[in-house]
């Protein structure tokens, strides 16, 4: 199955780090696309359906400037943007109150950082492969 | 209680394991207490807040060298990062280690929220702007050779 996947984080090192985790997932990725705030989240899910190419899975930073995570999650839903693609919030603090309600408001999970590349790999696989497929043999030595 | 004997208090204190657990978690290396000097030759910080019922603040201070160190870990390879790539590297760094010393400081925390990471290249006299009664700790840490260092500083630590 190949993927494509939006990263939606203001830092341009984790979006970095969060695609490198994902190569090495063992996932065979089609694309990847980048946006550093909701905002730019939302124009690229505007660009992606216009296009016909849908996304199969978002990763979204919790807080970031112009537009926050949830805020990016309620428009998203508004819009009725990729309504079929998984999103997965990206927090370095796993008791934000913002990231409960965003799971609350129909976001599949949520990933604390630091994580492992299991830690990627075990939820992305529980989003994307049907049940009893066996998750992608990561690859290469790093993020295990 | 002084801040030595804060700094024995496990509840309060666990920034070695969570030091350690950034940098084991995402980069797979090591990262060793050095002392509790700062490091030499400080260029770049970033600092996170901690406000609502908990008033605290982490502090990450790091040599140039270094952080451009970290930003080569952080992206798989050695190159002539930017300078705001170098600086998002360490307020990265700063957010993971406040979100992870958030986590350990119990239920109050909870209800605290963390700031987003504020980056600066100028070296004050005293960076901690927590004010009033509040207690501190910091230690300096190395990976592959490279120091930075890392200061706690909280108010109120017998609420928690």
Same mark, same amino acid.
């Given at each position: 199955?190949?993927?494509?996947?939006?990263?939606?984080?203001?830092?341009?090192?984790?979006?970095?780090?969060?695609?490198?985790?994902?190569?090495?997932?063992?996932?065979?990725?089609?694309?990847?696309?980048?946006?550093?705030?909701?905002?730019?989240?939302?124009?690229?899910?505007?660009?992606?359906?216009?296009?016909?190419?849908?996304?199969?899975?978002?990763?979204?930073?919790?807080?970031?400037?112009?537009?926050?995570?949830?805020?990016?999650?309620?428009?998203?839903?508004?819009?009725?943007?990729?309504?079929?693609?998984?999103?997965?919030?990206?927090? %370095?603090?796993?008791?934000?109150?913002?990231?409960?309600?965003?799971?609350?408001?129909?976001?599949?999970?949520?990933?604390?950082?630091?994580?492992?590349?299991?830690?990627?790999?075990? @939820?992305? %696989?529980?989003?994307?492969?049907?049940?009893?497929?066996?998750?992608?043999?990561?690859?290469?030595?790093?993020?295990? | 209680?002084?801040?030595?004997? @804060?700094?024995?208090?496990?509840? =309060?204190?666990?920034?070695?394991?969570?030091?350690?657990?950034?940098?084991?978690?995402?980069?797979?290396?090591? @990262?060793?207490?050095?002392?509790?000097?700062?490091?030499?030759?400080?260029?770049?910080?970033?600092?996170?807040?901690?406000?609502?019922?908990?008033?605290?603040?982490?502090?990450?201070?790091?040599?140039?060298?270094? %952080?451009?160190?970290?930003?080569?870990?952080?992206?798989?390879?050695?190159?002539?990062?930017?300078?705001?790539?170098?600086?998002?590297?360490?307020?990265?760094?700063?957010?993971?280690? %406040?979100?992870?010393?958030?986590?350990?400081?119990?239920?109050?925390?909870?209800?605290?929220?963390?700031?987003?990471?504020?980056?600066?290249?100028?070296?004050?006299?005293?960076?901690?702007?927590?004010?009033?009664?509040?207690?501190?700790?910091?230690?300096?840490?190395?990976?592959?050779?490279?120091?930075?260092?890392?200061?706690?500083? =909280?108010?109120?630590?017998?609420?928690?």
């Amino acid at each position: 199955m190949s993927v494509r996947v939006l990263i939606i984080d203001d830092s341009p090192v984790m979006r970095k780090i969060l695609e490198g985790a994902l190569r090495h997932s063992g996932l065979d990725l089609a694309e990847v696309l980048h946006a550093a705030n909701g905002m730019e989240g939302l124009a690229a899910l505007e660009n992606s359906a216009s296009e016909d190419r849908p996304l199969d899975l978002i990763l979204c930073d919790v807080h970031m400037p112009q537009m926050n995570g949830l805020d990016f999650l309620l428009e998203k839903q508004r819009r009725n943007l990729a309504p079929r693609a998984p999103l997965v919030m990206i927090t %370095a603090d796993a008791s934000d109150p913002q990231v409960l309600k965003a799971v609350a408001a129909g976001a599949q999970g949520a990933i604390t950082k630091p994580f492992t590349l299991k830690h990627i790999q075990k @939820c992305v %696989a529980s989003l994307l492969l049907p049940p009893n497929e066996p998750a992608p043999s990561a690859t290469g030595d790093a993020h295990e | 209680m002084k801040a030595g004997d @804060c700094a024995q208090d496990q509840r =309060i204190w666990q920034i070695d394991d969570i030091v350690a657990d950034v940098f084991h978690m995402l980069l797979q290396q090591s @990262c060793n207490v050095v002392g509790d000097a700062a490091a030499a030759g400080i260029d770049i910080s970033a600092k996170v807040l901690l406000s609502g019922s908990i008033e605290a603040q982490c502090l990450v201070e790091f040599p140039q060298a270094t %952080a451009k160190k970290l930003t080569d870990a952080f992206l798989g390879c050695e190159n002539n990062w930017e300078n705001a790539l170098i600086e998002d590297a360490v307020g990265e760094l700063c957010n993971m280690i %406040a979100g992870g010393w958030k986590s350990k400081l119990g239920a109050l925390a909870s209800a605290s929220d963390l700031s987003v990471p504020a980056i600066s290249r100028s070296r004050g006299p005293d960076r901690n702007t927590l004010n009033g009664r509040h207690l501190k700790m910091r230690r300096t840490y190395a990976f592959d050779n490279s120091p930075f260092t890392v200061t706690l500083a =909280i108010r109120n630590p017998l609420d928690i």
